[in-house]
């Protein structure tokens, strides 16, 4: 029941604000993976991709991902 | 008063469901700065060694996968992060399991060359602490150059929208006055979120005067942050989540507060200790360690004085009247015997200090 709760108010797009939490020394949370796939890379991120390629440093499969 | 019921109810909720969302990894106790306030015991050639990625990945993987809640955060901090040369296999690494990564910096060493090398790695979020304009913060930060490196950083970081972005600044006595330049500043930079906490009274900045405000401070900050909210710029300005506010509630965050310790948030500490946040008393409230238990087991059948509150219910708060809003402040407020709250942010708004 409270499982139900809680994923029905996570989809909820006004009651989001309240799963987005910040501890004092920690960072924002990231994006889901989805959306951080699809952002806009920018010039810098690409040409960082492309050297990493080249390099063969994008050896992990997550990071293939990115670069796609 | 309905607001505040929906609240409880909803904390209460996520209390029972514990939802692992944000997992800190103190990755290594190594740091390049000597800062004033500094809570944990970091110097440049630290006793602990750092943890090798390995050591995390296979507690990290005792999660299953289905199991891993979405979004779900591994946060690096230190010391320094930046420190260790094999940062960008840590991102890596995390990135190939579907796993948003973040990392705390002083910003040293974060220039272009790196900027790329951990986008490239898969970077998601990056905080980096900023305390003051140039000389209140190199005075923080106990080395010259700091106030131009972290600046730097913030700048490449702000130009990325691929992060998620933010600053913080611990205020002290000293930036107490420059707040508004420093606002300016950073909004010049192109920082969309600036974050605010004070410091936690233990150590070497229990000792230090200069880190803490008075009470009047206090709420003049709040009414600062009250009013950059209010004028709505470029920039949104938070306080942190560090205690409860009484009437400022609402006004200086976007929502209520929540002490997420020990509910969505553990850490792995430095020699393996499974906590919350890593600013909490690892001694008195570790819950396991990753070298002897799984994570998983230990985050789904201990953290109860994390999830169970009511043993704060003792010294100043043991008859307060808004208990159950603030359930003894932040988890990272108890410390040794834990006899007595070190911090009440709803009494210095009050001007009632103890
Ligand atoms: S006395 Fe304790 S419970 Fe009451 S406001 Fe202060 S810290 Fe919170
Ligand atoms: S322990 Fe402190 S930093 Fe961590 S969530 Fe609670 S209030 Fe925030």
């Known amino acids: ?68 | 008063m309905i607001g505040r019921l929906l609240h409880r109810a909803f904390r209460a909720n996520e209390t029972a469901v514990h939802e692992l969302n944000y997992l800190f990894w103190e990755c290594t106790t190594r740091c390049n700065l000597h800062c004033r306030h500094c809570g944990s015991d970091c110097f440049a050639a630290s006793r602990d060694v750092d943890m090798p990625l390995e050591d995390f990945l296979r507690a990290f993987d005792t999660i299953p996968a289905a199991e891993r809640a979405h979004p779900f955060t591994v946060i690096l901090t230190g010391g320094e992060p930046l420190l260790r040369p094999d940062i960008a296999d840590i991102g890596k690494a995390l990135r190939g399991r579907g796993v948003g990564w973040s990392i705390v910096s002083n910003g040293w060493f974060y220039d272009e060359a790196m900027h790329r090398k951990l986008m490239a790695a898969g970077l998601g979020a990056l905080t980096i602490s900023l305390d003051g304009l140039e000389e209140a913060h190199d005075w923080m930060r106990g080395r010259a150059g700091s106030y131009a490196r972290a600046e730097r950083a913030i700048a490449l970081a702000a130009a990325e929208p691929r992060l998620a972005f933010d600053v913080v600044t611990c205020v002290n006595k000293r930036n107490f006055q420059e707040l508004d330049a420093l606002h300016d500043r950073l909004e010049a930079l192109g920082v969309k979120q600036w974050r605010i906490f004070t410091i936690i009274p233990i150590g070497r900045a229990a000792e230090d005067p200069e880190m803490h405000l008075s009470d009047a401070e206090f709420t003049a900050l709040m009414e600062f942050i009250v009013r950059k909210r209010r004028e709505g710029g470029k920039m949104k300005v938070t306080f942190s989540c560090e205690g409860y506010l009484g009437r400022y509630e609402n006004q200086v965050r976007d929502v209520p507060y929540f002490c997420h310790a020990g509910v969505n948030i553990a850490s792995v500490l430095i020699d393996g200790h499974i906590c919350a946040c890593p600013n909490i008393d690892r001694d008195a409230f570790s819950q396991g360690n990753i070298y002897e238990d799984s994570l998983y087991e230990v985050w789904e059948k201990r953290f109860q004085p994390f999830r169970d509150r009511s043993w704060t219910r003792r010294g100043r708060c043991a008859g307060c009247k808004v208990w159950r809003d603030c359930l003894g402040n932040g988890m990272h407020n108890w410390h040794g015997d834990c006899a007595e709250v070190l911090n009440c942010h709803y009494g210095k708004i009050l001007n009632k200090t103890v």
């Open chain 1, 1 to 68: 029941m409270r499982k139900w709760i809680h994923r029905g108010l996570k989809g909820l797009s006004l009651t989001t604000a309240l799963f987005v939490f910040q501890a004092c020394y920690g960072t924002p949370m990231t994006a889901p993976e989805e959306d951080y796939l699809a952002a806009p890379e920018t010039e810098v991120v690409d040409e960082a991709l492309q050297d990493a390629a080249q390099s063969g440093e994008l050896l992990q499969e997550g990071v293939e991902e990115i670069a796609e």
